[in-house]
Nanobody, 125 residues
Framework: EASLVESGGGSGEAGWSLRLSCVAS????????LGWARHAPVNEREGVAS???????NYADSVTGRFAVSKDSAKNTLYLQMNSLKPENTAMYYC???????????????????WGQGTQVTVSS
């Protein structure tokens, strides 16, 4: 059964750093594409970052250079390190997963198939 459980959200001021964690069940962690998406009330859900089974990462243009996705196979855990947070980064952040054939490029995380319950990140100016 697919299971993704996020933690680490919170509230802070612009310029703040935060690390989100996502613990995945073993079968879910083994899916080829893992990533993070976010949803703010006034926007559509958007992909933030992804990492594939070979360690290749991809980021939304708006977070490139500030956010970093990584994973720890010993802990079945996915991370999202977020630095220099901005008010426009305020959203519910979701951990997500999707299985595709190895070697294909992962789509944006907003197109993944399995989802956690989300963790709220709020950034004030």
């Amino acid at each position: 059964e697919a299971s993704l459980v996020e933690s680490g959200g919170g509230s802070g001021e612009a310029g703040w750093s935060l690390r989100l964690s996502c613990v995945a069940s073993a079968p879910t962690y083994d899916l080829y594409c893992l990533g993070w998406a976010r949803h703010a009330p006034v926007n559509e859900r958007e992909g933030v970052a992804s990492i594939d089974g070979d360690g290749y990462t991809n980021y939304a243009d708006s977070v490139t250079g500030r956010f970093a996705v990584s994973k720890d196979s010993a802990k079945n855990t996915l991370y999202l390190q977020m630095n220099s947070l901005k008010p426009e980064n305020t959203a519910m952040y979701y951990c997500a997963a999707r299985d595709i054939p190895r070697g294909q490029a992962c789509p944006g995380a907003h197109e993944f198939h399995y989802w956690g319950q989300g963790t709220q990140v709020t950034v004030s100016s």
